[in-house]
């Protein structure tokens, strides 16, 4: 069984330190602040042996180098991580297995955030990290990809056991349901899990991770061909994803 630390970093990303106790093996998903991480590994007398990156955004690798001068640990990675200068030492892309001692992660290419970003499944824990693909009650801007290379991404992600847990790298859940809400205001699971979300930050606690099936009951982005049944899947999302982008609330 995976031991999973989360913790806050930068002004809004998620630090995961993922730990597999037969062997010691520790990774970072992510790299968003290194001094973090290698603190909170440090206060578990986990060693860092692996740095998984999902993207090659600043901050999800741009911490990679000063944790791999520290710890020697290998970066595991899509191509474009080769972007902010630290070329990982394994490229990996849809269907390749990786390992973290005894524990194995299949990756998916949920490209759309970035061109190749990915994310990693661990069946046997019913585990993902999706980084910027799926947020709770929410979806990565596209910078890079198109609304269907994102809707496929998406479907991939759908596609998990419903009991899935999914940890995305930001803290972003009450304004997604503040938008949510202005597209979706008759769905009374959204509503009640908006005031669970509301209540949540009041006390300082974090909404992620999630689970899958309370997201395609609730997340707008998945729910969008339900929402706009006249038009293709993907435009459907494409629609909700430009007003997203220009939502006010």
């Given amino acids: 069984m995976l031991q999973i630390h989360q913790f806050p970093c930068l002004s809004d990303n998620y630090g995961f330190l993922v730990h597999d106790p037969a062997t010691g093996a520790t990774a970072t998903i992510d790299t968003p602040d290194a001094e973090e991480i290698l603190r909170q590994a440090d206060a578990r007398n986990w060693r860092i042996t692996d740095i998984w990156n999902t993207h090659w955004h600043p901050d999800h690798?741009?911490?990679?180098?000063?944790?791999?001068a520290k710890t020697g640990a290998a970066v595991t990675g899509p191509s474009e991580v080769e972007r902010i200068g630290l070329a990982p030492d394994r490229i990996v892309d849809e269907g390749d297995r990786v390992h973290l001692g005894g524990a194995e992660a299949r990756v998916l290419n949920v490209g759309g955030h970035t061109l190749g970003h990915i994310a990693f499944v661990f069946d046997a824990d019913k585990v993902a990290f999706v980084g910027d693909a799926l947020f709770a009650l929410?979806?990565?801007?596209?910078?890079?990809?198109?609304?269907?290379?994102?809707w496929a991404s998406l479907q991939k992600l759908a596609a998990l056991p419903d009991d899935a847990t999914l940890y995305c790298a930001h803290e972003y859940t009450q304004s997604n349901a503040r938008f949510a809400l202005s597209v979706d205001p008759q769905n009374q699971a959204l509503v009640k899990r908006a005031a669970e979300i509301d209540q949540?930050?009041?006390?300082?606690?974090?909404?992620?991770?999630m689970t899958l099936r309370i997201e395609k009951e609730t997340n707008p982005f998945l729910r969008a061909p339900a929402l706009m049944p006249e038009i293709a899947d993907w435009e459907a999302f494409a629609d909700i994803r430009k007003r997203k982008d220009n939502f006010k609330g």
């Fill in 61 to 68: 690798a741009g911490g990679n180098a000063a944790i791999k």
């Fill in 138 to 150: 929410g979806c990565g801007r596209l910078f890079e990809g198109t609304p269907q290379q994102m």
């Fill in 200 to 209: 949540l930050r009041a006390a300082g606690k974090p909404t992620v991770p």
